[in-house]
């Protein structure tokens, strides 16, 4: 069985910095990555892990967002520095690329979302 478990959301102002945390269980050694939705838009593609390390980022948050994962705790992680109010949404950790570009959100496992809400 595969779950996710995200943690770390919280509200900050502009300017300021998040680090989000997704503990896996269950999954293989495939890519992983961070979306989000705010309300009222299309979900969005943050950033992405592969299995051997290859970083993918959104083009929203290049630059100021950095993904890693620590393997012995089968944690990715999304550092996001230089936040703003249009950072606002709920974040989601995604496992497992059925096919495709990651951006395409065509993963098979899906946590519950952290909330994140940047003020101004």
């Known amino acids: 069985q595969v779950t996710l478990v995200e943690s770390g959301g919280g509200s900050v102002e502009f300017g300021g910095s998040l680090r989000l945390s997704c503990v896996a269980s269950?999954?293989?050694?495939?890519?992983m990555g961070w979306f989000r939705q705010a309300p009222g838009k299309e979900r969005e593609g943050v950033a992405s892990i592969s299995g051997n390390g290859r970083i993918f980022y959104g083009d929203a948050v290049q630059g100021r967002f950095g993904i890693s994962q620590d393997n012995a705790k089968n944690t990715i992680y999304l550092q996001m520095n230089s936040l703003k109010p249009e950072d606002t949404g709920m974040y989601y950790c995604?496992?497992?690329?059925?096919?495709?570009?990651?951006?395409?959100?065509?993963?098979?496992?899906w946590g519950q979302g952290t909330q994140v809400t940047v003020s101004s």
């Open positions: 269950g999954v293989t050694n495939n890519m």
């Open positions: 995604a496992a497992d690329l059925r096919a495709g570009n990651w951006l395409s959100g065509n993963f098979n496992f």
